[in-house]
């Protein structure tokens, strides 16, 4: 949704936390620009709100990127460094097309115009360890490529990114 009542989505959150704890599990939050969380600053401020203690974010490269006013390096270095689960990687060409909120084919990280190796660089500065993945969405490659070779390219990719940064892990 555009819109979100801070309240409410304080309150589910806190629902959500409260079930997951239950069974020993964190939730992780994920911004998306263009609704009523564009942000990892309105993600912070939802976080902060409800108060539960097993919520932490993914953060995605592409809504890094794509956030209102860009990647947000001083909310980055405000936020618990243990509370980034999940870094999704990916890449664009930049900028998107006048209107897009965000590109719809996502490349190989690396092949774009994303400066993935900057954050990787900045999060491990600031302590982060997420658990790293690549969210490449290109259905044109999957089915050119087949799945095996698909995944193949996004585990080199990533890797590369990674050793280019000097977070290989």
């Not at 203690?53 to 936020?79: F, K, M, S």
């Not at 618990?80 to 097309?97: A, F």
């Not at 982060?128 to 993945?133: D, R």
Request: proline fraction near 7%; glycine fraction near 10%.
């Amino acid at each position: 949704q555009p819109e979100m009542e801070t309240a409410a989505g304080a309150a589910g959150m806190r629902m959500a936390a409260a079930t997951a704890a239950r069974h020993g599990l964190r939730v992780c939050l994920e911004w998306l620009p263009g609704t009523g969380m564009p942000s990892m600053r309105a993600a912070r401020e939802l976080i902060e709100r409800s108060g539960a203690g097993n919520v932490g974010y993914t953060l995605d490269v592409l809504h890094w990127q794509c956030q209102p006013g860009g990647p947000d390096w001083d909310t980055l270095a405000e936020i618990e460094p243990d509370s980034v689960y999940v870094l999704q990687l990916s890449d664009c060409s930049w900028p998107p097309s006048p209107g897009v909120v965000e590109p719809s084919t996502r490349l190989l990280p690396g092949t774009g115009d994303i400066d993935a190796a900057a954050l990787l660089r900045r999060m491990a500065e600031l302590g982060m360890k997420p658990v790293m993945s690549a969210e490449v969405f290109d259905e044109e490659a999957l089915m050119t490529l087949g799945l095996e070779e698909f995944a193949r390219r996004q585990v080199e990719a990533l890797r590369a990114v990674l050793r280019r940064s000097g977070a290989e892990q």
